[in-house]
Structure formats: C-alpha cells, structure tokens
C-alpha cells in the first residue's frame, strides 16, 4: 500500500485523487474512527502515549485471538499445517504486541503519577480481549467474568470462550487422534478450569522430541515435532509479555498496589513464573 503518490498530471500512473465521497482506504481502514478514540482525562502529555499505546494493544490482542482461534479450528480438522501457519503468523504479531511496552518502559514514577490519577479503577485485567487471550492459553478463570457483568454482550462472549476448548486442549485431542496416549482424564476434563500439567502429556512430547520425527515404536510424525515448536514459540513470546509487564509496572510504581485493587507487582511476578503450554518445556529435561 502506497502513502506516496505521485503529483497529480505527471504522468498516465498519477493517482485518482478526486473521491466523491470519504476516501476508499478510508472506507477500508477506518482511520477516522482510530484516530478520535482518544480522550485524555488529564492535561499531561503523558498521557496520550499511555492511551494510544494501550489501544494499539488491544487491537493486537484482537488479531491475536483471530489467529488463535483459526489455529484451533484447523486441528480440530486435522489441518496441522494451517494451524502452524496461523501460530506462526500469531508469533510475528506477540512480537510487535510486545514491543508496544517500548513507549512506557521507561516511565518514572513521577511521570505515571502524573496521569495516574486519570485511570480512575482501570486496569489491564479487566481487558475482555485479552482475557479471551489468556483463555486460549489455557488459562481459565469464571471469575474473571465478574467484571464484565455489566457489558452483556462481552459477557456472554466470554462465557463462551470460558467453557470451549483451549488451544492447547485442541492440541491434545489431536494427540489422541494420532494414537498417542493422552489420559481420558484430560480429554474429558472440565474445559472451564485452568490446565494443569499431567505427567502422561510430559511422556508424551519426550517421546516425540526423543525420537526426531516421531515416538519410539510409532509412526513417525515429523509434523507433531513442528506443531510443538510452534507452540513453543508462543509460550516464550507470552513469558517474554507478561516479563516485559512487570518491568515497565515495577520501574513505573514500584511495589504500590494496581490500579483497580489489584496486587500490582506482587501479581504479576507470579504470573511471571507461569509458562504456557507446560508440558512442552518440563519434557525437554527426559529428552
């Protein structure tokens, strides 16, 4: 897409730049409505770096969880190889999420104070976006909807993605389709709570990691191998997130309770310690 055309009447490639109406990229991007969302509430200008760079992550969680979510509908088809292109693609994009802490990482304590006070209770874990995120992960809460009671629609969303298959759930039945024990235990379990680590599960990336292009004794499965790298380079990518969080929150306010009553700090380095996808980093020690 080009911001660059060329001057009107030079040539028969000059651009049409008469519309009878708004623009089509505009119709298209919708730049307009971007770019008035923003409604500082101090007269810091502080302030509208912490805004829009709060908008912009919340558009990446949005496409994060598109591309997530194709990801989990391709292996419930058995597609593995447009599953690992959509993670692939959600890899690239939790790295530019990522880098969006870059505007605040370096705030003092004295600049977030100043616009501090403007957030009112607001805080990042009442973000319905990217609380669909963390469910695809596997990271299941319904009280994590008690927020959103008052938001039906957000609500009802939420209660949905709170009770389907996780991504890593997705990944699972697909082990078991490919004849490799998974317990019935995880298969059948309750879809609404948090994944634990089964030891069964660990056996079973060991085996394929062990075994390069597939388990000893089995058929071989270079495939499987590929989806857990895959998936491995998303979970470092959420690690690297949520670290990433913490310093910017610890550099900005120290250990001061969060905005919206939560733990601060305290919270998130224990987030901080929590990998996704767990099986898939314990096995590579029985490798």
């Known amino acids: ?117 403007a957030l009112g209770e607001g805080s990042g874990f009442q973000s319905a976006m990217y609380r669909r995120m963390e469910f695809l992960l596997g990271e299941k809460s319904s009280s994590m909807l008690v927020p959103h009671r008052g938001a039906p629609r957000v609500h009802a969303e939420l209660e949905k993605a709170l009770h389907q298959p996780s991504l890593y759930d997705e990944v699972l039945r697909l082990l078991a389709r490919r004849g490799l024990p998974v317990p019935d235990a995880v298969l059948g379990r309750d879809l609404g709570a948090r994944y634990e680590p089964v030891p069964e599960v660990e056996e079973i990336w060991a085996g394929l990691y062990g075994a390069p292009g597939g388990v000893p004794g089995g058929a071989p499965d270079a495939e499987l191998v590929r989806l857990g790298e895959a998936l491995t380079d998303v979970a470092e990518l959420v690690w690297r997130w949520r670290n990433d969080h913490l310093v910017a929150t610890r550099r900005a306010m120290g250990a001061k309770s969060g905005t919206g009553g939560s733990a601060g700090v305290a919270w998130l380095e224990k987030r901080a310690t929590k990998n996704v996808f767990p099986e898939l980093w314990t096995a590579r020690s029985h490798v």
């Open 1 to 117: 897409m080009s911001y660059t055309p060329d001057v009107p009447g030079a040539g028969s490639d000059a651009p049409n730049l008469d519309f009878a109406g708004t623009t089509p990229y505009e119709d298209y991007v919708q730049a307009d409505v971007l770019t008035h969302l923003q409604h500082p509430r101090s007269d810091d200008p502080g302030e509208m770096v912490f805004l829009v760079t709060t908008q912009v992550m919340e558009l990446w969680f949005t496409v994060i969880v598109h591309e997530w979510e194709t990801a989990s509908r391709a292996l419930r088809e058995d597609r593995v190889d447009a599953a690992i292109d959509a993670l692939a693609r959600s890899a690239r994009e939790l790295e530019a999420l990522n880098a969006s802490w870059q505007p605040l990482a370096r705030l003092t304590p004295a600049q977030f104070n100043s616009y501090r006070g």
